[in-house]
């Protein structure tokens, strides 16, 4: 390759580092905040669930819904295609399951499986808020199904495991909840207990969605981080590759100049 070549792709390779740096740095801060909602939720959950444990009971519709939490962007690695993995493996256990599906790319990963999707939304999972996000769980409740979440938990940056969670018609974590504890509810028990349960649910739907975002601004770290380290690694081969270059070229124009000198000096003689 060429001097001046090989100087462009040097400024290319340079000016595209900047970009994985600065889109690094974005997407920590991002994660933060993100990590600072997820923890207020796990505090605002705790007392509902004191109150709930013990007074809800379980009893399937005997109609599923899956909603598979994934992006709407890419450069985050096999993030979106975890979270597809374990809903196509539950749809095969479960063939009447209707999938909704939170993002773009899980959305058009699906159609491209042959998955039949009921309904879809990218705005949800854009910029994760209560207000929107309880809209459209109050749009996927209405539906009258037991609600599956397919979804990539965080562990950390570097960890998320493709999961399927239950959240209707019974979270999960109620499954080993300790017995009722004695609390006085007023004024009318059955009507605050259904109220406090469905706005449990939409919070920790909520809450999910926080927590795949937080998986998927891990994984988008990571391979961030590996194109800037793999960019250095490119930044520091082209100098090396540009000085071997420039020393050819120099040691080339010295030989031509001995070689003319030589030329002169044999015709003077």
Not at 164 to 172: G, K
Request: net charge positive.
């Amino acid at each position: 390759m060429s001097l001046p070549r090989l100087r462009n792709r040097l400024q290319t390779i340079k000016g595209l580092n900047s970009i994985f740096s600065a889109l690094q740095v974005v997407t920590m801060v991002r994660t933060q905040k993100i990590k600072d909602k997820f923890s207020a939720m796990n505090r605002y959950l705790a007392p509902m669930k004191d109150v709930l444990a013990g007074r809800i009971g379980r009893s399937e519709s005997g109609k599923k819904v899956l909603v598979v939490i994934t992006s709407n962007r890419g450069l985050c690695g096999g993030f979106n295609h975890q979270a597809v993995r374990v809903a196509v493996e539950f749809a095969k256990r479960e063939p009447k399951v209707d999938l909704v599906v939170l993002g773009r790319r899980g959305a058009e990963q699906l159609r491209r499986e042959g998955q039949r999707v009921l309904f879809t939304d990218q705005s949800v999972v854009e910029k994760p808020g209560f207000e929107h996000t309880a809209a459209f769980f109050d749009k996927l409740y209405s539906l009258g199904a037991d609600i599956y979440i397919a979804f990539n938990s965080y562990r950390s940056t570097l960890i998320q495991n493709p999961k399927i969670y239950r959240l209707s018609p019974l979270p999960e974590e109620f499954d080993q909840a300790a017995q009722a504890r004695d609390f006085i509810i007023e004024p009318d028990k059955e009507e605050l207990l259904e109220k406090l349960y469905y706005h449990y649910l939409e919070t920790r739907f909520y809450q999910l969605v926080l927590e795949s975002q937080m998986g998927e601004l891990g994984a988008r770290f990571m391979v961030l981080k590996g194109a800037v380290d793999t960019s250095k690694e490119m930044v520091t081969g082209l100098r090396l590759a540009i000085n071997k270059a420039r020393q050819a070229s120099i040691t080339g124009e010295l030989l031509e100049i001995v070689s003319a000198a030589e030329a002169i000096r044999s015709d003077d003689e």
